[in-house]
């Protein structure tokens, strides 16, 4: 049998059926604290429940492109903005009973941006809202999102250790101190800033000075900031460890 005649006899009935659907794990800084985006489930299953924002993967959609969508219905991003936002594959969540309505594996992605906008919900959802990762235990999760978000919160912790990817939570043009500020934020540790300064300094391409300063000092008077952009490195070397990995380093 030539691959034509096999596929034209193939039925996909014949085998048990699986859907896939995207979930996003968007994390930004507000007020200075670490937000993760929620919606609460306008209906069955979990009506009521808070979860992360997703959905079927439609049939002309790849992950990201379904992905990139669920994201931009629920904040109103779109164009430029949309592609400025970090997003990557976080994981694949598949047990048998995860979701009441059949057996489906979702595919959860990572996001996050600096300044992402008030959230909008869509038509399958009762609200959105921008919810402090502090108070995460005070929510009624639906699925297994409360295990995708551990997953997640983790998966950005690490990567701050081992890539640049912090400045990705700031304006193209920021202080060390701005930085340190997401270090602390996402990590939720406190870090000395003389420390944070020379070791964000000694990294071969991290950040780049543009040569400029803020326009005042800091709010205790003092000189006025320089200003750095990202550089070009891909991954840091040597890493940033939290300081709680720090001290089992040594």
């Not at 003389?194 to 071969?204: A, D, I």
Request: overall charge negative.
């Amino acid at each position: 049998m030539n691959e034509q005649d096999f596929l034209a006899g193939y039925d996909p009935r014949d085998y048990p059926a699986v859907a896939v659907t995207v979930d996003v794990v968007a994390l930004t800084i507000r007020e200075g604290a670490l937000h993760l985006l929620l919606i609460r489930r306008g209906a069955p299953p979990y009506e009521g429940h808070w979860a992360l924002p997703g959905g079927f993967v439609q049939p002309d959609e790849d992950l990201t492109t379904g992905a990139r969508r669920e994201l931009a219905e629920e904040t109103g991003l779109g164009g430029e903005r949309l592609r400025r936002v970090h997003l990557e594959q976080l994981g694949s969540y598949g047990a048998p009973d995860r979701d009441p309505r059949m057996r489906v594996v979702s595919v959860a992605h990572l996001a996050f941006a600096p300044d992402l906008p008030d959230p909008v919900a869509d038509t399958d959802a009762d609200e959105a809202i921008w919810l402090p990762v502090t108070a995460l235990t005070s929510r009624q999760l639906a699925f297994d999102h409360a295990r995708i978000i551990d997953d997640g919160l983790e998966r950005a912790r690490s990567k701050l250790e081992y890539t640049p990817l912090a400045t990705r939570f700031l304006a193209p043009e920021f202080t060390v101190t701005e930085l340190r500020e997401v270090y602390e934020t996402v990590w939720g540790h406190p870090l000395h800033a003389g420390n944070f300064h020379r070791k964000v300094l000694s990294v071969p391409g991290f950040v780049e000075s543009t040569g400029a300063s803020t326009e005042r000092g800091g709010a205790r008077g003092g000189p006025r900031a320089k200003l750095y952009r990202a550089g070009d490195a891909r991954l840091l070397h040597p890493a940033l460890l939290r300081p709680a990995r720090e001290e089992t380093v040594r």
